[in-house]
C-alpha cells in the first residue's frame, strides 16, 4: 500500500483573487439593488405620512360631530425640525396663533426634514369642519388637498408625490398619488 505523504506548506481556502471576486460580485448586487431598496423605503415614508394626514383629518371629522362644536386643522409646514398638524377648537372670533397651539403632532418620522408636506391653501387656512363633520364654506373650499413628498425630492419632478384631498363640502375623503396630487 501506497502512502501519500502530505507536505506540510498546503493549506486548504481561498485565494486572494477569489475573494476578490466575490466582492466585485456584492459590489455589483448592491449597486443593482440600491436604487429600488431606496425608492421601497422612500415610498413607504410618504404612505405612512399620507395615513397619518387623512387619520388626522378623519379625526377631526368625527370629533366635531361627536362634541357639536366646529374644529379646524392646521398645518405648520414652516417648523424647523418636521411639518406638523394640530386639531383645534374652532372659534371665528379669536384666531390662535401657531406659538400658542400646545397639541402639535409632527407628520411623518421624526427625523427632521424627512417629508415635505403642502396643502393647497395659499394663504394657509385651516381646514374647518362644522358641527355635522362638513367644511365650513364660509372659511374651507372644497378640493382641499395636503401633498406629501419626500424632502429631498422637493424641487424635483419626478419624485413620487401622495395627497389627500378633501373633495366635498361634505367632507368626503380621498387618497391619491401622483398626478391626482397636481
Known sequence: MKRRNRSKNTIAGFTLIEG????????VLFAIAAPSWLALINNQRIGTARGQVFEVLRSAQDEAKRTKV????????????????????????????????????????????????TTSSANGNPI????YGNLDPTNSTANYKVTIQIASAQNATSGSRRCVIVKTLLG???????????
Not at 476578490?20 to 459590489?27: D, E, F, K, T
Open 172 to 182: 368626503a375623503m380621498a387618497e391619491g398619488k401622483d398626478a391626482e396630487c397636481n
Open 20 to 27: 476578490l471576486v466575490v466582492l466585485l460580485m456584492i459590489a
Open 70 to 117: 366646529s374644529r379646524e386643522v392646521r398645518f405648520d409646514t414652516t417648523s424647523p425640525s418636521a411639518p406638523r398638524v394640530a386639531i383645534l377648537p374652532y372659534k371665528p372670533a379669536s384666531p390662535i396663533p401657531n406659538a400658542n397651539v400646545n397639541n402639535w403632532q409632527a407628520i411623518g418620522e421624526t427625523r427632521p426634514k424627512s417629508v415635505k408636506v
Open 128 to 131: 374647518i369642519f362644522d358641527t
